[in-house]
């Protein structure tokens, strides 16, 4: 069952930057961007990585150090975690789905993105959707579900539900970080939302 959320992020606002319509072209933009402090750390801006065309799309929160040395998405210990899971219970690999984080550099010593932040980078990722367009979005932690869906509860209590967003729908469910701390329970619980998606993508 779809449950329905007090209210979606973005409401009211301009979904996309301003003047740019592509993906290469939003890209392009961010590579640029030294709108807030991260951009003075990082290595490489990690826009985006899997298959721009998939009607399926991956946000996580923050590149880490690997991500931030590789400029790729979710290629560290927890990428790996969630491409064996997406594998296992979904059949496929990145060229079946599109992945991204909110944030698109690397906090310092990891740490979690502070809301200026968030809030400068924003509109980076809901210009990613709009342009991807997905029919499943499925959020990895709690800064990605709570961006998107615009409410304060935490990924334990959103998870288990798929909810309404901008035409599409979203399954929340744990950043694979937490499952590699969390064990087995966590990732028995992932793996349970990913076949929510799953069945979500195959529904007509």
């Known amino acids: 069952m779809i449950t329905a959320v007090r209210k979606l992020a973005?409401?009211?606002r301009p979904v996309t930057s301003p003047g740019v319509t592509t993906l290469a072209g939003l890209e392009a933009e961010a590579l640029a961007c030294v709108a807030c402090?991260?951009?003075a750390g990082r290595t490489n801006v990690v826009f985006a990585g899997g298959n721009s065309t998939a009607g399926l799309m991956f946000v996580g929160e923050a590149p880490g150090r690997d991500e931030d040395l590789a400029g790729e998405p979710f290629v560290g210990r927890s990428g790996k975690l969630l491409d064996r899971l997406v594998a296992e219970e979904l059949g496929i690999d990145r060229t079946g789905y599109y992945i991204a984080n909110v944030v698109k550099c690397r906090p310092p010593?990891?740490?979690d993105p502070l809301p200026t932040e968030v809030a400068t980078c924003r509109h980076y990722l809901e210009s990613q959707v709009?342009?991807?367009d997905p029919k499943v979005v499925v959020t990895l932690g709690n800064?990605?579900?709570r961006t998107l869906l615009g409410v304060t509860e935490g990924v334990t209590r959103?998870?288990?539900k798929a909810y309404p967003y901008a035409g599409r729908v979203l399954v929340p469910?744990?950043?694979?970080a937490a499952a590699l701390r969390g064990g087995a329970v966590v990732v028995s619980q992932m793996r349970a939302d990913l076949v929510r998606a799953?069945?979500?993508l195959i529904a007509p």
């Open 10 to 12: 973005g409401a009211g």
């Open 37 to 39: 402090p991260l951009h």
């Open 109 to 111: 010593a990891n740490r």
């Open 130 to 132: 709009e342009l991807v």
């Open 143 to 145: 800064f990605a579900a």
């Open 158 to 160: 959103l998870r288990g």
């Open 173 to 176: 469910t744990f950043h694979p």
């Open 198 to 200: 799953k069945l979500l």
